[in-house]
C-alpha cells in the first residue's frame, strides 16, 4: 500500500491549469489519506473556476490510480477570501485596480528585489504597473532602476511619479542624497505613506506594487488602513528564523484581511557560474514546507545568483535586462500566477452578486 508522501510526490506532476508549475507548489493539497477503501485527497481551491477544478480531479484521479491501483476520491474545498471586518469602509485609490504588497518579515532577504523585477515582469506582461517604495528608512528602488531624475509636483500640490521601464514610481529615496538618513519617528512615516498613496498622480493602473519595509510597524498599518489591498506576497530564505517570520507575515495580512497570495523562496540555492553545480547554502524547501503548512500558494523558488545582484546595481532589474534568463522566466511565471488569483477571485466576486 503506498504512502502518502509518495503519492504527494505523483501529485507534482498534475499542473495547473494554464501553468507550468504545479497544484502540490501552488498549495493546493491539503490532505492525502490512504486506506483500505482507497485513496482520498483533499484540495483546497481559492475562487477557481469550475472547468479548472474539473480538470484538476480528472488528474488527480487518473494519477493516483495508475500508481495505486485502488479507487480515488478528490474533495475540493473552494475558500473565499474574507470580507473585510474592518470599522469603516476603506476607500481604493481611483484608477487603480488591484494593490499588491510584497512583504517580508525580516530584512536581508531579498524582498526589494523580488518587488521590483515582478514589477517589470507585469510591464512585460502588458499590463500598466506602479511601484511604490514604502521603506522609507532604507529605500533602495531608486538605486535598483538607475533612478536619478526627481517627482516634480503640479501647481494644485499633486506629485508626478518617475516613469522608468514602462511603469510610475515614487520612492523616498528620490527626495534625499545618497548619504542622507531618514531619522523619522512614526507619525511622519503614517504622512509620508499617505501622501505617496493619496497624493501621488498614479493614473490608470492595472497594479500598484508596494515594497514594504520589513516586519511589521508603521508603514505596514497605514498602508492597511488607508487602503484595500488586493493581496500580499512574503518573501523569505530557507533558513529557520526567516521562516519564522513568514509566520508573523501571514498573521500580519489576516489581521489586516488581506488574502496571502503566496509565498517565494528567495536565495533557495547557489548555482556555480562556472560548473554549474547547485549548493543549498542556506538550506531548502522550508519556504515551500511553510506555504504548505498554512495552505497558501508556493509561488516559486529564485536562486542566488550573481547576475541577478549585478543586474539591480546595474540599474536594470534582470527581467528588464534578459526576459529569457531562467530568472526572469521564473518571475514571469509568479506574475502570471498573481494575475491568475485576481482574475479567480474577480470571478467568484462576480458569480456570487
Known amino acids: 500500500m503506498p ?18 508549475r504545479d497544484i502540490v507548489s501552488f498549495g ?55 470580507a473585510a471586518e474592518a470599522p469603516h469602509e476603506k476607500v481604493g485609490l481611483p484608477g487603480v485596480r488591484h494593490i499588491i504588497a ?12 523580488v518587488a521590483v523585477n515582478l514589477a517589470c515582469a507585469m510591464v512585460a506582461r502588458g499590463h500598466r504597473v506602479g511601484l511604490l517604495d514604502a521603506d522609507v528608512y532604507g529605500p533602495s ?4 532602476l538607475g533612478i536619478t531624475d526627481k517627482p516634480t509636483v503640479r501647481e494644485d500640490r499633486r506629485i508626478v511619479p518617475v516613469e522608468k521601464l514602462g511603469m510610475k514610481v515614487i520612492s523616498m529615496g528620490m527626495f534625499l542624497g545618497e548619504r542622507t538618513p531618514v531619522i523619522w519617528r512614526g507619525p511622519m512615516v503614517t504622512k509620508l505613506i499617505t501622501e505617496f498613496l493619496r497624493n501621488v498622480e ?23 488602513q488607508q487602503v484595500p489591498l488586493s493581496g500580499g506576497i512574503i518573501v523569505t530564505t530557507p533558513q529557520d528564523v526567516a521562516l519564522l517570520d513568514v509566520k508573523r507575515g501571514v498573521a500580519m495580512f489576516n489581521q489586516v484581511h488581506a488574502p496571502v497570495l503566496g509565498v517565494v523562496e528567495n536565495m533557495s540555492y547557489h548555482l556555480c557560474s562556472g560548473c554549474g553545480s547547485r549548493a543549498e547554502i542556506f538550506g531548502h524547501g522550508g519556504g515551500e514546507a511553510m506555504a504548505r503548512q ?55 466576486v462576480h458569480a456570487r452578486s
Open 294 to 348: 498554512f495552505g497558501v500558494p508556493f509561488l516559486g523558488e529564485l536562486p542566488l545568483l550573481s547576475a541577478i545582484r549585478a543586474a539591480g546595481d546595474r540599474g536594470l532589474p534582470i527581467v528588464a535586462q534578459d526576459p529569457h534568463h531562467p530568472q526572469s522566466r521564473a518571475l514571469l511565471e509568479i506574475a502570471d500566477a498573481i494575475d491568475t488569483q485576481m482574475i479567480e477571485r474577480a470571478a467568484g
Open 3 to 20: 504512502n502518502p508522501q509518495d503519492l504527494l510526490a505523483e501529485l507534482k506532476k498534475v499542473k495547473y491549469p494554464g501553468f507550468s
Open 202 to 224: 498614479w493614473g490608470t493602473l492595472d497594479y500598484l506594487v508596494l515594497d514594504l519595509p520589513p516586519g511589521t510597524g508603521d508603514a505596514q498599518l497605514t498602508i492597511a
Open 141 to 144: 528602488v531608486p538605486m535598483m
Open 28 to 82: 493546493m493539497v491539503k490532505d492525502i489519506q490512504v486506506g483500505s477503501h482507497g485513496v482520498t485527497v483533499e484540495l483546497t481551491a481559492s475562487s477557481a473556476q469550475q472547468d479548472t477544478i474539473v480538470e484538476i480531479r480528472r488528474q488527480v484521479e487518473g494519477v493516483l490510480r495508475e500508481v495505486s491501483g485502488l479507487p480515488v476520491r478528490v474533495e475540493v474545498e473552494q475558500t473565499r477570501p474574507a
Open 102 to 113: 510584497v512583504a517580508s518579515g525580516k530584512g536581508g532577504v531579498g524582498k526589494s528585489t
